[in-house]
């Protein structure tokens, strides 16, 4: 869990490095999305078919497909397999806020 997650902060960070030529080290920006991913204390959350565009202009692009059920996008990927995911549905931000800044501040 934890030590598999500082491994990738450091790679995620030199790889910054690498792109920057050493100047600003990149940094993970989402606290509620790394302390999600050990406690689901603040979040309820619900599990939803995505589809991520991995060629093409679109490349890049995450779909729930779960949104989209009426878009115009399904017919067009319909044939690509979908990955069912993890997403926070509602998040106690107040919680989570006191919570974060109580852990900077120890």
């Known amino acids: 869990g934890v030590k598999l997650l500082v491994k990738h902060i450091k790679a995620w960070q030199s790889a910054g490095e690498k792109a920057w030529g050493g100047k600003p080290k990149l940094t993970l920006h989402d606290p509620l999305a790394v302390y999600s991913a050990f406690s689901e204390k603040f979040t309820e959350n619900e599990k939803v078919p ?51 800044c109580t852990i900077l501040t120890k």
């Open 50 to 100: 995505v589809l991520v565009i991995d060629d093409g202009a679109m490349k890049g692009f995450t779909f729930n497909q779960k949104a989209y059920t009426k878009s115009h996008l399904n017919d067009f990927y319909k044939d690509n397999k979908l990955n069912e995911v993890v997403v926070a549905k509602e998040v106690d931000a107040k919680a989570f806020t006191d919570e974060f």
